[in-house]
């Protein structure tokens, strides 16, 4: 599976951007993708994931702003973003886990995409 991010730019605070990530077809859909970000000389952290089942999961600081979902037939996961912050500014990246426990560890996930850029000016 390859993935392929798109959706990034630069929005004023308040704005939103919606985020998608584009799996190549495969005879195997992961069981959990997620969204990942990271800001220059930090940890990358997680955002967002969400199973084959459609639980999510969302970290604490975008809880009620961001939303996860995805589309198997598409092959396609989303990130609704609202109510942005500049502290959303970072590089956002899609990864898909191929076990079946769907977490934030980013050693569970095996597939990356190749990151895409938000910016939140105030």
């Known amino acids: 599976v390859r993935l392929v991010e798109s959706g990034g730019g630069s929005v004023q605070a308040g704005g939103s951007l919606r985020l998608s990530c584009a799996a190549s077809?495969?005879?195997?859909?992961?069981?959990?993708m997620g969204w990942f970000r990271q800001v220059p000389g930090k940890e990358r952290t997680g955002v967002a994931n969400?199973?084959?089942?459609?639980?999510?999961r969302v970290a604490d600081s975008v809880k009620g702003r961001f939303t996860i979902s995805r589309d198997n037939a598409r092959n396609t996961l989303y990130l609704q973003m609202n109510s942005l912050k500049p502290e959303d500014t970072a590089m956002y990246y899609c990864?898909?886990?191929?076990?079946?426990?769907?977490?934030?560890?980013?050693?569970?996930?095996?597939?990356w995409g190749q990151g895409t850029q938000v910016t939140v000016s105030s």
């Open positions: 990864a898909a886990a191929s076990g079946e426990i769907c977490s934030f560890e980013e050693t569970r996930y095996n597939i």
């Open positions: 077809r495969s005879s195997n859909i992961p069981y959990c």
């Open positions: 969400i199973n084959l089942d459609g639980v999510t």
